[in-house]
Nanobody, 119 residues
Framework: QVQLVESGGGLVQGGGSLRLSCAAS????????MGWYRQAPGKQRELVGA???????NYADSVKGRFTISRDNTKNTVYLQMNSLKPEDTAVYYC?????????????WGQGTQVTVSS
């Protein structure tokens, strides 16, 4: 089992920045990569970005150049630095820990944190 606790959401003006944190605990040896997803009202959950255990990152096109994922393995924590925020970034953001070797891949989810960007 893996437990994930997110923090750092809130209300910010367009153009501003926020940093989300995701503290992981439990059986982390089975995790292949950590990711951030988001879900806006009336929309499907989408991948924002992910980082592998080796530090390889990938991002959705909509956030490239604005968002950065990083990890501190000493703290078992993953971060999402969000800059130049836009109103369309408003969503509940979820941290996920994925076991990619299972078919289908298995995701552990955090409880979510609300990010609201005002125009």
């Amino acid at each position: 089992q893996v437990q994930l606790v997110e923090s750092g959401g809130g209300l910010v003006q367009g153009g501003g920045s926020l940093r989300l944190s995701c503290a992981a605990s439990g059986s982390l040896f089975s995790i292949d990569f950590m990711g951030w997803y988001r879900q806006a009202p009336g929309k499907q959950r989408e991948l924002v970005g992910a980082i592998t255990s080796g530090g390889r990152e990938n991002y959705a096109d909509s956030v490239k150049g604005r968002f950065t994922i990083s990890r501190d393995n000493t703290k078992n924590t993953v971060y999402l630095q969000m800059n130049s925020l836009k109103p369309e970034d408003t969503a509940v953001y979820y941290c996920a820990a994925t076991i990619a070797t299972q078919r289908p891949p298995y995701h552990y989810w955090g409880q979510g944190t609300q990010v609201t960007v005002s125009s």
